[in-house]
């Protein structure tokens, strides 16, 4: 069955809570974005090719959806909601909200969230706390420590590539979050 007739097809078995989600998953389904834990790195695919490739950081704290726990939540994800177009890189967020403040790479000391968000919505029993988590991939000043673990939960990103990313996902894209290595085209969960 063709890709947009399996998007209908749960369309129409959806509940009315997701519907709204599923029909924004399935209208970008030529753009995913998967995270390897393994590897800290993120990929970005478009009809199915790899398009780009960056560093990231995820929890410190291991993986998992437990409230409370500072885990990283694996499984197929959305992106619910963006925040931050046209901030200018470094601008520190405080409740998702821009505070003035631009915060330097690799500032001491320093940890805010900053540049970009993409709040993560989880779509499995596995990742269902995953929204009320406050579960972003966005920009970290502690540009020093992407490649390995390092976050509380979140996916980091260097401001630059936030930007990359944020300009080239929609809302409703899929991200996959997965224990292994990067997918090639051919195997993208």
């Known amino acids: 069955m063709p890709p947009f007739h399996r998007c209908l097809r749960a369309l129409a078995f959806a509940g009315l809570a997701a519907l709204t989600l599923l029909a924004s998953a399935c209208s970008h389904s030529n753009t995913r ?10 990929g970005l695919y478009k009809d199915d090719q790899l398009k780009a490739r960056y560093r990231v950081s ?3 704290f291991g993986i998992g959806d437990r409230p409370r726990s500072n885990f990283t ?5 959305v ?5 931050g177009g046209g901030q200018p890189s470094g601008m520190k967020f405080k409740s998702r909200r821009p505070t003035g403040e631009i915060v330097r790479p690799n500032s001491p000391g320093r940890d805010p ?7 993560l919505r989880g779509t499995e029993p596995q990742n269902r706390n ?25 996916v980091r ?7 990359a990313l944020y300009d080239a996902v929609p809302r409703g894209t899929r991200v996959d979050i ?8 051919q195997h993208l969960p």
């Open 33 to 42: 974005v998967v995270v390897s834990v393994s590897q800290q790195r993120l």
């Open 58 to 60: 995820t929890s410190k």
């Open 73 to 77: 939540p694996l499984g197929r994800l």
């Open 79 to 83: 992106i619910a909601h963006k925040v």
């Open 113 to 119: 969230i900053v540049t970009r968000i993409l709040w």
């Open 130 to 154: 995953t929204f009320r988590r406050f579960i972003y991939i966005h920009g970290t000043p502690e540009e020093y420590k992407l490649g390995r673990p390092a976050s509380y939960g979140c």
């Open 157 to 163: 990103m260097s401001s630059r590539d936030v930007i």
């Open 178 to 185: 997965v224990r292994g290595p990067l997918p090639s085209a």
